[in-house]
C-alpha cells in the first residue's frame, strides 16, 4: 500500500482534496463548522461539527457529486496571509478554529487558502486548481472526539483519498475491496472464532468453541516451546491492590489507562494491565542466588486495559487481553545471553508460522516527555546503552524510535506490516532496571553480597489476541493446518450407503489426535463440498461406493480441484507429518 503521507505530491492533493470535501459539505450544510482536515497515510479526513445532523455511508455519494461540482468549477486555489487579529475576524464564527487561532504565537505566519465561495484556515501546500483534483473517492464516516480527547464532543469524521489518476485510484479501492475481505473482524465472525455483546461491554470479546481451541492451540506450542529452554510457568490473579502498582510505578504512570479502582474492605483492588507487578512479588518470595540465575517466569495470563472507544479494533485492540508473558531474572553479565536467547526464540516461532517481512525496532524514552517516563536520566541511559550495545554484538539490524519505550525502560519491538496496512507489535523484548529498584530485589552474588538483578520481560506471541487477529488477516482465514478448529470434514456421497463408514474414518483420525467432523446431512454432495470450503476447512474427504469397498479416503485439500485417493493409515501419517512439522500450502 501507498504510503499518502510520504508521498509529497499524493500528500498535498490529498489534503486539497480534503478542502474539496470541506467546500462540498458547506455547500450540502451551511451550518456545518469545521476542525482539521489533514492528509494521513491512508489519504484525507476532514472533522466537522454538523449540529443534529448525522453523516450517513449513504450521504456520501451526494457529498461526492457535489464535490466533483466543485472540482470541474476549475477554481484557483488561492492563498492568503492574515494577522492574527484578520483571522480571529474571518473565522468569528467557528469555535474549533479562533480556538486554534487563539494558541497561534504572535510572530506565528497565519494563512488561508480560497477556492471559489469556499475559504478555510490552513497553512498549506495545496494544489493550483479544484480541476487538479478529479480522481477521489469517499470512504467511510465514523465519529472522533475533538482534539483527540474522550471529554470532548464527538465530531463526525469523514474520510477519502484521492490519487492522479483513475488507473491508481482502481487499484488502490481493489486494495481496499482485499482488506475488507481480510479483515478479522469480518473472517472472526465467518469462522466462529470469537464474537463481541454490548450487553457484556464494548471490547471484551468472547472467544466461541472454534476460537478457542486457536487460542489453546497457541497457548500449548509456547508453552512447550518455553519449557524446553527452562521457563518456569506460573498462575497469578487478574486483579491486585493499588498499592502493588504505586509500588511498581504503573499508577502514576498509566492511571488513565487502568480500569477505575474498586474500593472493597478497605483496601482497594485494580484490574491488572500487566503482570509484572505480580512477577516482581513471585521473586521476592524466596531467596536467591547467583547460582539459581538466570530464573525465568513465564505466564499465559488475562489482562485489562481501559482502551479508548474509538481505538477499539476487534481482537487486535480490546479490553481485554491475553499475554505470553514471560520476566527474567538475571545478573548483569547475564544480559547478552539471555537476549540473545529470546530473539533466537521469537526467529524460531517465525519460522515455524513462516513470517519474513518484519523488523526490529529499538524502542527509547522521549528525554522531554516526564510524565509519561520514570524520571531518571542515569538508569535510562545505562539501560538504552546496554541494550544498544547488546542488540550490535548480536549483528541484529534495527532502527530506533523515540517515545516507544515502556515506562520503566528501553525494548525491542518486533514490527509487523499486516495484510490490511496496520503496524503490528507482535513480539517485545524489554530491559529493566527500574522495577527490581523498586521492589528491593536481591540476589546473593559470589561474595556472599546482595546485587540487584535486572529483569527482561518479553512476550514472544505478544497479545494471543493480537496474534490471532494478524494470522486471520495474514492468512485470509486460511489458518495452517495445526491451528485449525476443524482440520478434516468428511462428506459421505450418501448418509445413507456411506454414513457407517464416514464415522469408522472418522473414529480412526480422532484416535490420532486429529480434529474431525462428519458432514451427513441430507444435502446435496456439491453443497457441502462448497461450505466446506466456505468454512475453510484444510482438508476434505469425500467418500464413496469405492472408498468403503477399499477401506480408502479421497481427499482434496482447501482451494485446489486436485483429488488424491489413499489408505486411512496412508491419511494419517500425513496429516500427522504436516500437523508435527508445520507444514504450510
Not at 126 to 151: C, I, P, Q, W
Not at 332 to 360: A, H, R, T, W
Not at 443 to 448: A, K, L, Q, T, W
Not at 466 to 480: I, N, S, W
Request: proline letters at 3%; hydrophobic letters at 35%.
Amino acid at each position: 500500500m501507498i504510503n499518502i503521507k510520504e508521498d509529497e505530491k499524493l500528500s498535498v492533493m490529498n489534503h486539497s482534496c480534503a478542502h474539496l470535501l470541506a467546500q462540498a459539505v458547506k455547500h450540502l450544510y451551511p451550518n456545518a463548522l469545521f476542525w482539521v482536515g489533514p492528509a494521513i497515510e491512508e489519504g484525507f479526513y476532514y472533522d466537522i461539527d454538523l449540529g443534529d445532523v448525522t453523516i450517513t455511508e449513504e450521504d456520501l455519494e451526494k457529498i461526492e457529486k457535489e464535490m466533483k461540482k466543485c472540482s470541474k468549477s476549475a477554481k484557483n486555489i488561492v492563498r492568503r496571509e492574515l494577522s492574527k487579529q484578520e483571522a480571529l475576524d474571518m473565522f468569528k464564527d467557528n469555535p474549533y478554529k479562533v480556538e486554534l487561532i487563539e494558541k497561534m504565537d504572535d510572530s506565528e505566519v497565519i494563512s488561508c487558502y480560497t477556492q471559489g465561495d469556499f475559504t478555510d484556515l490552513c497553512r498549506g501546500p495545496h494544489v493550483e486548481n479544484t480541476k487538479m483534483l478529479k480522481y477521489f473517492k469517499l470512504l467511510k464516516v465514523s465519529g472522533a472526539y475533538y482534539k483527540g480527547d474522550s471529554k470532548n464532543k464527538v465530531l463526525q469524521r469523514i474520510y477519502g483519498v484521492c490519487f492522479d489518476s483513475e488507473e491508481d485510484l482502481n487499484k488502490h479501492l481493489e486494495y481496499l475491496e482485499e482488506c475488507k475481505q481480510r479483515d478479522h473482524r469480518k473472517l472472526g465472525k465467518e469462522l466462529g472464532i470469537f464474537m463481541f455483546s454490548d450487553l457484556v461491554g464494548r471490547g471484551l470479546p468472547m472467544w466461541l468453541p472454534n476460537g478457542f481451541i486457536v487460542r489453546r492451540s497457541l497457548s500449548d506450542y509456547i508453552m512447550n516451546k518455553e519449557l524446553e529452554l527452562g521457563y518456569k510457568h506460573v498462575l497469578t490473579p487478574s486483579l491486585g491492590n493499588v498499592d502493588l502498582y504505586k509500588t511498581s510505578g504503573h499508577w502514576d504512570h498509566y492511571k488513565e489507562d487502568m480500569f477505575p479502582a474498586m474500593e472493597l474492605d478497605d483496601e482497594a483492588y485494580v484490574l491488572r494491565p500487566m503482570n509484572c507487578p505480580h512477577h516482581m512479588m513471585m521473586y521476592k518470595n524466596s531467596l536467591h542466588s547467583y547460582r539459581n540465575l538466570p530464573l525465568r517466569i513465564a505466564e499465559v495470563a488475562t489482562d485489562f486495559r481501559y482502551e479508548a472507544s474509538g481505538a477499539l479494533c476487534g481482537i487486535e485492540r480490546a479490553r481485554t487481553f491475553t499475554q505470553n508473558d514471560s520476566h527474567i531474572f538475571c545478573t548483569p553479565s547475564q544480559i547478552k545471553q539471555e537476549f540473545e536467547g529470546v530473539v533466537k526464540l521469537i526467529l524460531d516461532v517465525y519460522k515455524d508460522f513462516g513470517f519474513e517481512n518484519y523488523e526490529f525496532r529499538l524502542s527509547l524514552r522521549d528525554k522531554n516527555d516526564k510524565e509519561k517516563y520514570f524520571d531518571n536520566d542515569e538508569m535510562w541511559d545505562k539501560a538504552e546503552n546496554e541494550l544498544r550495545k547488546v542488540l550490535k554484538e548480536l549483528n541484529i539490524d534495527f532502527y530506533e524510535a523515540e517515545g516507544e519505550a515502556a515506562f520503566y525502560g528501553p525494548k525491542l519491538d518486533v514490527q509487523v506490516k499486516s495484510a490490511i496496512g496496520h503496524d503490528v507489535t507482535l513480539s517485545t523484548c524489554q530491559l529493566d532496571f527500574l522495577l527490581p529498584e523498586r521492589f528491593e530485589l536481591n540476589y546473593i552474588d559470589e561474595n556472599g553480597e546482595k546485587q540487584r538483578p535486572v529483569v527482561i520481560h518479553r512476550a514472544i506471541l505478544g497479545s494471543l489476541d493480537r496474534f490471532v487477529a494478524f494470522m486471520l488477516e495474514e492468512t485470509k482465514g486460511k489458518l495452517p493446518l495445526w491451528l485449525s478448529p476443524v482440520q478434516i470434514d468428511i462428506i459421505p456421497v450418501s448418509g445413507e450407503h456411506q454414513g457407517e463408514y464416514a464415522y469408522e474414518v472418522k473414529d480412526a483420525l480422532e484416535k490420532a489426535g486429529i480434529r474431525v467432523e462428519v458432514d451427513d446431512r441430507n444435502e446435496k454432495l456439491g453443497y457441502r463440498m462448497r461450505e466446506a470450503q466456505t468454512r475453510k476447512i484444510p482438508y476434505s474427504l469425500v467418500l464413496g461406493d469405492n472408498e468403503k469397498e477399499n477401506k480408502t479416503v479421497t481427499f482434496r485439500r482447501y482451494q485446489s480441484e486436485d483429488k488424491t485417493t489413499v489408505t486411512i493409515e496412508e491419511f494419517v501419517k500425513l496429516i500427522k507429518d504436516e500437523i508435527d512439522n508445520k507444514i504450510r500450502h
